[in-house]
């Protein structure tokens, strides 16, 4: 079983939808991250949580500790939004565990 | 600021030659690490380092040498290339010399052995 688990795998919506995709892990950990790797292959980091929530612009990443359990939220989907979200954590060291990805697609 | 420079972008090589991936940041940013990203599989972290003259394996380190003789560089060099690190590499640094600042990627390498 993988350290980190992300569900869905895959997400299709129509723009304007309301988005969740949420990652579970199975260790400890300090830090979370969630990045966004766009259709032509970049990274960019989009959160780092080590308790609680945050929001940036229409992206909101909460993440409860206890239950080791992150989600990521996408209010008022966009065709701009279809990515590849990757969840990360960082159970000790300076190493991260990555998820495998969830790939959102969203149509007009 | 660039940011993250990786280079090559695109490389081919044979069964057993040799090469070195490039990878500087103009952030003064401590921390520096490379992944491999295959099909099916999340980004995997082959090296990292905490500061110049620092470095430390990663989960899929065989294979690969790095060294860190400055903050701004951390080459990534593959000995004796094998069709098994036929891969997308990425670089990534953060502030300091953790990983629980916000991390930067380079535009990634894609490298084929044939």
């Known amino acids: 079983k993988n350290e980190v688990e992300q569900s869905p795998q895959n997400l299709t919506a129509q723009e304007g939808e309301f988005i969740t995709i949420n990652c579970s892990y199975s260790?400890?950990?300090?830090?979370l991250h969630w990045l966004q790797q766009h259709p032509g292959g970049g990274i960019v980091s989009l959160f780092m949580?080590?308790?609680g929530k945050k929001k940036h612009g229409r992206l909101i990443a909460t993440i409860n500790i206890q239950e080791k359990h992150s989600s990521l939220h996408i209010t008022a989907s966009h065709p701009r939004d279809s990515a590849v979200y990757i969840c990360?954590?960082?159970?000790?060291?300076?190493?991260?565990?990555f998820g495998q990805g969830t790939r959102l697609t969203i149509n007009p | 600021n660039a940011g993250v420079t990786q280079t090559p972008k695109f490389q081919v090589l044979k069964t057993g030659q040799s090469m070195t991936l490039q990878c500087a940041q103009d952030?003064?940013?401590?921390?520096m690490s490379w992944y491999r990203q295959d099909p099916g599989m999340g980004l995997r972290l082959i090296h990292y380092s905490v500061g110049a003259g620092i470095t430390d394996q990663g989960e899929v380190p065989n294979g690969y040498n790095v060294s860190r003789s400055t903050t701004e560089d951390f080459p990534l060099r593959l000995l004796s290339a094998a069709p098994s690190q036929t891969s997308v590499y990425f670089c990534?640094?953060?502030?300091?010399?953790?990983?629980?600042?916000?991390?930067?990627f380079g535009e990634g390498s894609r490298l084929t052995v044939l």
């Open positions: 952030m003064n940013h401590e921390y």
């Open positions: 949580l080590s308790s």
């Open positions: 990534a640094s953060a502030r300091g010399g953790t990983v629980t600042g916000e991390l930067f």
């Open positions: 990360a954590v960082k159970p000790g060291a300076q190493k991260l565990v």
């Open positions: 260790v400890g950990i300090s830090a």
